[in-house]
């Protein structure tokens, strides 16, 4: 099974949401820089739109996650 934090979106915590994610302490800021940091170095910004229709790879991505059996 792949790590999934290789396939997440870098930006899968945006530096806009960053109020919302750390209202009432939530998560602290702290929390966010490093999960941020740590999603930015797998690269994988743009993620969605390497992607985008290309069915047979995207079920290749799931299925290395999950199991429906």
Do not use: C
Not at 9 to 16: E, K
Not at 48 to 61: A, G, P, V, W
């Amino acid at each position: 099974m792949q790590d999934l934090k290789a396939v997440l979106p870098s930006d899968f915590i945006v530096q806009s949401d960053r109020a919302v994610y750390e209202a009432n302490g939530v998560f602290p800021a702290g929390v966010i820089a490093g999960i941020t940091k740590m999603l930015e170095k797998y690269n994988n910004k743009d993620l969605s739109q390497r992607f985008f229709n290309k069915n047979d790879e995207i079920k290749k991505l799931v299925d290395g996650f999950f199991n429906f059996a």
